[in-house]
């Protein structure tokens, strides 16, 4: 029985060297390893007759079975490395290295984020700074300096996401305007980007959105000012042809306060469309854009500034903007990191 055993290895030996030999994929490789060598393959069968030969004769069966294994696995191993590189060379015998090469995509920056560094850019070269502050605000620089007392409506827990009776997360941010004036004296003029929230949803509202709101204070600074910076912001974002309009309103910190709109890009002010009204100015024309006025007294004393102060505030939605300026009709598209849509936005 032990020259049986040794036969049978030996036959095994030659049996996977020819199949090693005819194998054309490893695909085909490998199922001939698991057949000859894995663990119920041919050669674990075979030593599976080993307990049955007498104990004196089983060390010449097992080095036999040793030798066979250890050259099946060469086998292996040499056929292996053999097909990769016949799978190499055929691929390299069909690359043309004339060919120019695929530049990889270097990402984009979200449709917020352009309109945020545009908007500080063309502020920037009107010689206003930029100025941030903290998301977590005080009640304190949040509404009580910008002349909101403790009734106002705006502090209505419906509107504000308050953290303790103090501290909420900021609803706009003006309080970095005043963080701004108690840690400067004027002249003043910057603007302040940045995330706000609010308790509110719904599809044209979400919870957490961006502004940036703008200011200026110094001596002599009027009405004509702000419109003259504001027509040249616009003009720059929109086009040299958009037409403004101010209408009165009201804002807690500002006074005189007013609406900004601007000239319906869509239907270029006419309020229709090939006889029938425009569906994003609502036949109006005009598209409303941005809340801005003359700082109001109060603020001034709040921070402590005297004298012969004067000065203006503007705010406005960054979504909105965007919205406006690339056409975007769902403001809930800008919060999906959808990349087919944000990679519209490449550098």
């Not at 674990?44 to 104990?55: F, G, T, V």
């Not at 352009?114 to 063309?122: A, F, P, Q, T, Y």
């Not at 910008?146 to 419906?158: C, F, S, T």
Request: hydrophobic share 40%; proline share 6%.
């Amino acid at each position: 029985m032990e020259m049986d055993l040794i036969n049978s290895l030996k036959n095994l030996g030659l049996d996977f060297e020819k199949a090693v030999n005819a194998a054309a994929t490893p695909d085909a490789l490998e199922d001939l390893r698991i057949e000859y060598l894995g663990r119920k393959g041919k050669l674990a069968e075979i030593m599976s007759q080993l307990p049955k030969l007498d104990p004196s004769l089983r060390p010449a069966v097992g080095q036999k079975a040793n030798e066979i294994k250890v050259e099946c696995q060469q086998l292996f191993e040499a056929k292996k490395g053999n097909l990769a590189k016949e799978s190499e060379a055929r691929t390299l015998s069909r690359f043309d290295p004339t060919l120019p090469g695929r530049e990889p995509w270097q990402g984009s920056l979200h449709p917020v984020s352009l309109v945020i560094r545009e908007v500080c850019g063309i502020f920037g070269r009107l010689g206003f700074d930029v100025a941030s502050g903290p998301e977590v605000e005080i009640d304190r620089y949040n509404f009580e300096a910008l002349n909101m007392p403790p009734e106002h409506p705006a502090r209505d827990m419906q509107d504000s996401l308050y953290i303790t009776d103090s501290t909420l997360l900021r609803t706009h941010t003006s309080p970095v305007q005043v963080r701004t004036m108690l840690a400067r004296r004027p002249p003043i003029a910057i603007v302040a980007p940045g995330k706000v929230y609010r308790r509110d949803s719904d599809l044209t509202h979400t919870p957490m959105f961006h502004q940036i709101e703008g200011l200026m204070v110094g001596k002599d600074i009027t009405m004509a000012h702000l419109r003259g910076l504001l027509q040249a912001f616009i003009q720059n974002v929109f086009g040299r042809h958009t037409k403004i309009r101010f209408r009165p309103s009201f804002f807690p910190f500002t006074e005189p306060s007013a609406e900004v709109d601007i000239s319906c890009m869509i239907c270029g002010g006419k309020g229709e469309i090939n006889g029938a009204p425009c569906r994003v100015c609502k036949g109006t024309g005009w598209l409303e854009i941005l809340g801005c006025g003359m700082v109001d007294p109060n603020v001034y004393e709040s921070v402590g500034y005297a004298g012969d102060i004067s000065g203006f505030a503007f705010g406005m939605g960054i979504e909105r903007i965007a919205m406006l300026k690339y056409g975007i009709n769902d403001l809930r598209i800008f919060f999906q990191n959808d990349t087919r849509f944000l990679e519209q936005f490449g550098l």
